[in-house]
């Protein structure tokens, strides 16, 4: 009997496949047959599971010392630090990846159930009692093995796609989804403008989030239906479902393609102003995309996608051709290259593990790369030496105080110095610019304008920071609004300082890719969308039809709003 679920509806489309499991709830663990080939690799995502948890152990017994912990959990950190040295369970889990060739969390699980009955049979309460902590190393290290999920199945011959479905998702799990021919994504947890949810839009990939307990109600091989627009999925539908959503794909591939004949129209409002309309890409696999829309440039190049999900850091040679085939396939248009922005869940394989109490707020994007000031300035010399192969623009992410942009400068002026020794070329006028996302950025604009060359607002963090809502978090998605009076007030007053001083701003955040919100971003004054290339084309359309004489004065009326179900009424009669 077919059933319907009800999710959180992040990247449109409609995709029909079979369920692959890749995770499930902790100590629940799918079990899957891992090929001999693979062996290795397997071990080895075991072992790094194994370095990571011992360096969250050794971080949490660091704040215990510091007194930032209780002191008793320091007393179980040590005994979940001996319980994973112990061979009885690592060792034992990794002779049963080889011997009966599985994935290493249902080997995991195995052996911790083997140690379990053993620690039932003692008489002495307190040992019994110690089964405890080895659950609980179980579960840590099971909790970082479903980051990283193991072999995705090989492509289906029935023509129809594998659905993956699992608790959460990184993006680094996600990116690899390109090569592996998979149709659709659901999974318990998940917010709309999380970075998983945005590289499932950039793919065009159908996917609904926070749908709970998904992993409970299908079946591994069970045919489901992704809604990616509506966010519904529809596990085991009949027959005559199954063509009813056939029949609603190709709808959408229709009206898709008539979106096409707009490729070459440019931009401009019916009023005559021309706009900008920016690609943001993760790396040099979406030039084809780029291509395919015509967009006037690259306005956010994520790299940090060169750098998670692989177990070394990409070299300078490594990044100079990834950010020089972006350049060269944009002869004569802007390509702005964000600096890596690392960290929180974009967390590096390589990164030391340590204990982060909240990893939005810790050591993320330019606080991670000032951290780590060699491996900045290896990607800027990198930068430096691609930009004489285009128009290139240096983004920096994250920045709110003075010191740092200042310090990035400096490392900037470094790496030219190097190049210029090594009388290596490079571009000497290269515009460096930041990423307004932080509402302190966005309330301290003469800083930034004083120093730098553009601003790029990112709507995606300034409205989490804004607004204190964890934009990954499911729980809270109700709360995250793109048109509460305060996130609009930062938003209008970055594009207006821009307009006043002369200095480019554009949007790079998910707003500027919601027809929802271009009236209202134009109103604001923006002259400069950027968004994931599949989205550009129904943009550009909105533009098409806006008169910018009419959409201002009613947008400034918006803006001395401060309730927002009269901002809400009052888009709606803006025609959005
Ligand atoms: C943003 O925060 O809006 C942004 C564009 O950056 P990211 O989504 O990569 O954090
Ligand atoms: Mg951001």
Redesign the pocket.
């Known amino acids: 009997m077919a059933f319907t679920i009800h999710g959180l509806a992040v990247s449109q489309g409609i995709a029909i496949g079979h369920v692959h499991l890749v995770s499930h709830a902790l100590l629940e663990v799918n079990h899957y047959h891992v090929a001999e080939r693979y062996i290795a690799e397997e071990v080895a995502r075991l072992n790094d599971a194994v370095a990571t948890v011992h360096g969250e152990l050794v971080g949490l017994k660091a704040a215990t010392t510091l007194g930032q912990a209780h002191s008793e959990v320091g007393a179980f950190v040590d005994l979940q630090t001996m319980m994973l040295a112990d061979p009885m369970l690592v060792d034992a889990a990794r002779t049963l990846v080889e011997e009966r060739r599985c994935n290493a969390e249902w080997a995991l699980v195995q052996q911790m159930e083997h140690l379990v009955e053993q620690f039932d049979q003692i008489e002495d309460p307190y040992l019994r009692e110690r089964k405890a902590d080895v659950v609980q190393v179980v579960e840590r290290l099971v909790k970082v093995l479903l980051g990283h999920p193991g072999h995705l199945p090989p492509k289906r011959r029935d023509g129809l796609g594998t659905i993956v479905v699992a608790h959460d998702l990184s993006p680094a799990d996600t990116i690899g989804f390109r090569d592996h021919n998979i149709a659709g994504f659901i999974t318990d947890v998940g917010g709309p403008t999380s970075?998983t949810a945005?590289v499932a839009r950039n793919l065009s990939i159908p996917a609904v989030v926070g749908l709970h307990h998904v992993r409970h109600l299908v079946e591994e091989d069970e045919l489901v239906i992704i809604d990616g627009t509506r966010g519904v999925v529809i596990v085991a539908p009949d027959q005559n479902i199954v063509e009813e959503y056939r029949l609603r794909r190709t709808e959408l591939e229709l009206e898709r393609s008539k979106l096409n004949r707009l490729k070459d129209t440019r931009a401009t409002t019916l009023d005559g102003e021309p706009i900008q309309l920016l690609a943001n890409i993760e790396g040099p696999k979406d030039i084809a995309t780029i291509r395919a829309v015509n967009a006037d440039g690259v306005g956010?190049y994520?790299t940090e996608f060169l750098f998670i999900g692989r177990d070394t850091l990409p070299d300078e040679d490594e990044q100079f051709e990834a950010y020089r085939a972006v350049l060269k396939a944009m002869p004569g248009k802007p390509v702005t290259i964000r600096t890596f922005?690392v960290g929180a869940d974009k967390a590096l394989n390589t990164a030391e593990a340590r204990f982060e109490p909240n990893p939005a707020l810790g050591l993320r994007a330019i606080r991670y790369s000032l951290a780590e000031p060699q491996m900045f300035l290896t990607q800027l010399r990198a930068l430096l030496r691609a930009s004489v192969h285009g128009k290139l623009k240096i983004m920096i992410p994250m920045l709110a105080h003075a010191n740092e942009i200042d310090q990035t400068l400096l490392l900037i002026d470094k790496a030219r110095a190097e190049l210029r020794a090594e009388r290596i070329k490079f571009d000497e006028s290269i515009d460096i610019g930041a990423m307004i996302?932080v509402p302190a950025a966005a309330l301290s604009l003469g800083m930034f304008i004083r120093r730098l060359s553009f601003l790029s607002i990112?709507?995606?963090?300034l409205i989490q920071y804004t607004l204190a809502i964890d934009r990954s978090d499911e729980a809270v998605v109700h709360l995250y609004d793109p048109l509460h009076p305060a996130v609009l007030k930062l938003i209008s007053g970055t594009i207006q300082a821009g307009v006043r001083f002369g200095m480019p701003v554009s949007v790079?955040?998910e707003m500027a890719g919601d027809p929802a919100y271009t009236q209202l971003l134009l109103g604001m004054g923006l002259r400069q969308f950027s968004m994931h290339p599949v989205n550009i084309l129904e943009i550009k359309q909105q533009i098409l039809r806006a008169n910018l004489e009419e959409l201002t004065p009613r947008v400034q009326r918006i803006l001395r709003m401060d309730e927002q179900s009269k901002i809400r009424e009052a888009m709606l009669k803006l025609g959005a």
């Open positions: 970075h945005i956010l994520r922005d996302e990112g709507t995606n963090d790079c955040g």
